[in-house]
């Protein structure tokens, strides 16, 4: 009954821009700190960076920060992940991910987050 379901992803040259949107159903979004992934092929899940429920905090993977901006929009129950001066190590595909507030668990790790969207793939080339 939840599902989250990610869009926006592509083919873009290096410099490039691109934003993805993640929609989420059958939950209450505002419930719920959202997060970015990508895997890569022949890589493990990596942070990509996190949103808090309200939207007041993010932080982000080093290799994507000053670069990366998280926003949600509640009322929408959709979170955004804006991408910008985009380099091939970006090329992965691309989940976001919700999860109920759990103390001691990490939000940099898939396993601070419940629900899983199906990816969309970003390339970027070269």
């Known amino acids: 009954q939840v599902q989250l379901v990610e869009s926006g992803g592509g083919l873009v040259q290096a410099g490039g821009s691109l934003r993805l949107s993640c929609a989420a159903s059958?939950?209450?979004?505002?419930?719920?700190?959202m997060g970015w992934f990508r895997q890569a092929p022949g890589k493990e899940r990596e942070f990509v960076g996190t949103i808090s429920r309200s939207g007041s905090t993010t932080y982000y993977a080093d290799s994507v920060k000053g670069r990366f901006t998280i926003s949600r929009d509640n009322a929408k129950n959709t979170v955004y992940l804006e991408m910008n001066s985009l380099k091939p190590e970006d090329t992965a595909v691309y989940y976001c991910?919700?999860?109920?507030?759990?103390?001691?668990?990490?939000?940099?790790?898939?396993?601070?987050?419940?629900?899983w969207g199906q990816g969309t793939q970003v390339t970027v080339s070269s």
């Open positions: 059958g939950l209450t979004f505002s419930n719920y700190r």
């Open positions: 991910a919700a999860g109920l507030l759990k103390p001691g668990v990490a939000v940099i790790t898939p396993q601070g987050y419940d629900y």
